[in-house]
């Protein structure tokens, strides 16, 4: 499988957690390739273990693509691309009406329970699965189809 990874602003603790999950995908087999996105970057640890690519990149991905935030998601959706979007709630603050105009994907997955909680208050829509701290990722990102 082909993972993206499409982030508003690359911080350092965040991606050093998202790149041990990818690294674990590479190094398992269930992640063939693997790229992050992104819009803004900040100060990144110099070891990635994939390609990092600004956001206008995007035309380019194959694959699934998780993205974390409703204004990537409606870019995301407005490429014409071969990839299937994945939104994953809890980790960037949202407007309502953002987050249910950005919702053309049936898939979304939280990064918390209480994040998953939230979700389903606000859209009625049921999450796919839960990644603490993006553990299991992968995993969870791989059984949708």
């Given amino acids: 499988m082909n993972l993206g990874i499409y982030l508003p602003l690359l911080q350092k603790d965040i991606l050093s957690v998202i790149l041990a999950e990818i690294k674990g995908g590479l190094d398992s087999g269930k992640l063939r390739d693997a790229s992050i ?20 990149e995007l035309w380019k991905f194959t694959g699934k693509l998780v993205t974390f935030s409703p204004d990537s998601m409606m870019k995301a959706n407005a ?37 998953e909680k939230d979700f389903k208050r606000v859209t009625g829509k049921q999450i796919l699965g839960v990644c603490p701290s993006f553990q299991g990722l992968v995993k969870t990102v791989g059984g949708i189809r």
């Fill in 79 to 115: 490429v014409s691309n071969k990839f299937k979007t994945i939104y994953c709630h809890g980790l960037v603050q949202y407007d309502v009406l953002s987050l249910l105009a950005s919702l053309k994907t049936q898939h979304c997955i939280a990064i918390t329970e209480d994040a």
């Fill in 37 to 56: 996105f992104y819009d803004d970057v900040g100060p990144i640890e110099p070891h990635n273990v994939c390609g990092m690519f600004n956001s206008v």
